[in-house]
């Protein structure tokens, strides 16, 4: 009994953290969600649930239509990316494992924004990458890199990334190498191979990834702001002008707590898929 | 987390082109972080807590990048031994944002039309004018603006204009009006300020409506304006003069004084030109203030009387091609515009031409409305 009760004060600093980091912000949030502004655009808390009606605007529906297809777009490449990447390390990193990994994370030593703007500097009509297009000739005329939607998903993929590689290298690491030799015992072909056994005993891993990655690409406003063009607006950076540019913080806190809600549906839906996966692991 | 952020980009990165759209970025991802805060508006007693003008510490500033002579921040340093912890807005309403989660400064850089709506809400420090030795260099007329009777609260920086700079090696035929923004042959190399003022006032004046016009009919047609401009964009950005360097724009909707500065930073200054566009321009002053929540006031005051030291200011004034109201100043104007009559602006055209008015509650509103749909359409 006694331990139970030194495990359940071991988890008062987090809870604290949580409570005070995450709850209270939140309730913040939601209370700024049904205020309104004054002259000087300071919110005035109420009950003003009009917030939440001008949020449903058929005008935003693009919006957020566009925001959700780039994430997909993100999720789809970060996987295409990340599976070999991480299947690679998991497997023939040898010695080299720990290193590769960190090698993985260490962009994240630099914050996302900066990363952004280095892209920028890289893509830029007359940048870098440009000006060693048509200095070598490969062509005439540069590319058009920048302010594109490929510009906004590249940038999404570049910043996520490593979410999708460092649970699929878990699932890989965790796999038990046997059953691929089971399954060449077995005269399966690699690719059979792989997508009788190392794929299902890796799914978890995978849907894992893709839910870390999708849900801050939804949300993200960085990568549109900075590489996109008039026309890749998102969720996020209409949340984050009406913070910044149009004084209409509760608008904004009402779209962040729609915003909240429609991926909280995402994230039930795998939380039920991990627990039944679990359950059928038990068995 | 937001300090840590600015401080990177201020003090480490130095490239001043990170820092325009930096700082707005930076304040999104802390506000995401760190929740609402709410400092509305200040007391009065506190905006008239009597100040001396000494070193009480090193200076919290706050300006739009590339709006200073970094060389005059080191002189300021050297000369009062103290530090300058810079960070820069890319807008207005992205300063005011920052304002009102809590941050504190000690100098900050509001136009005319957001000075007022400062000291409406007290939280502009009064300045006593005895504490400014260079106070009565500051041009008569700026002694009592109508933005700031009697001066109280601000000291005047640039003078500016709001036109069309463009890179002539690779457009010409401009034609001095809000057209060439919406030219087809410069399709995908157009960008207009990333501004709710500058980029509605610009639809405003070529629909020959009123800069600030509040009637919904006419700001919905503007709207419609905006919106069937997209297509012919390339973006919305206020980093006028990193966007025609690297190559991304060939035609800016900018500021007169960005096209000197951006001179000052290329082999080719002769190719980047500015022009006025004859549909009408809005015109602005810039202020210098002391926030009332200023931790270091004694030292802002300095950097105040500082930047209005004719020395100064003409130094200044050569780096980032604004006029300033300061008597003995006028000359390292006067040789820009001499240079290129297009950048010229003068006083009476401050005081005759339009300026963005200070609009409040529903009139506010519909603006913000307005340019969120332009945004999200």
Redesign the interface.
Known sequence: MSEQRFATTLLLPGGLWLLL?FA???G??LA?SLGS???????VYGWHPENYRQAFDP??L??LLRSVGFAFATVALCLLIGYPVAYYIARYGGRWKHMLIALVVLPFFV?Y??RT?AW??LL????LV?GAITNLGIRDTGI?F??TSFAVVGGLVYGYLAFMILPIYAAIDRMDQALVEAGKDLYGTPWNTFRHVTWPATFQGVLAGCVLVFLPSVGD??SA??L????T?MIG??I??????????PFG?ALTAILMAFLSIWMVLYLRSAARASREAAL | MLRDIDDFLAGRIGRRELLRGGAGLALGAGLAGCGLGDSGSGSKKETEKVVKAKPDGDLVYFNWSEYLDPALIKKFEKQYGVKVRQSNFDSMSSMMAKLRSGNQYDVIFPDQSYAPRLIAANQLLKIDHDQLKNYDNIWDFFHDPKYDPGAEHTVPYGLYATGIIWNEDKISGMTESWNDLFREDAKGKIFVLDDYQEAIGMANLRNGFDLSTVDPDELDKSKQMLIDQKPLLRGYSTDDIQNLINGNAWIHHGWNGDVVNLRNQVKNPESYRFEKAKEGIPVGTDTIAIPANAQHPGTALLFLDFMMDPENASQNVAYFGYPMAVKGAEDAFAKIAKEDPAVQITLDDVTNGQQYAYLTGEDKALWDRTWTEVKAA
């Open positions: 980091l209270v912000p939140l913040l949030v700024a502004t004054d002259d000087l655009g300071n919110t005008l935003f693009p919006v914050n924004l900066v703007y920028v500097a830029a009509d007359e940048g440009n058009t920048l302010n406003f960085i702001q900075l996109g063009g008039p026309s607006y950076n209409l984050q002008q009406q913070f910044l540019g149009a004084d209409n913080w806190a």
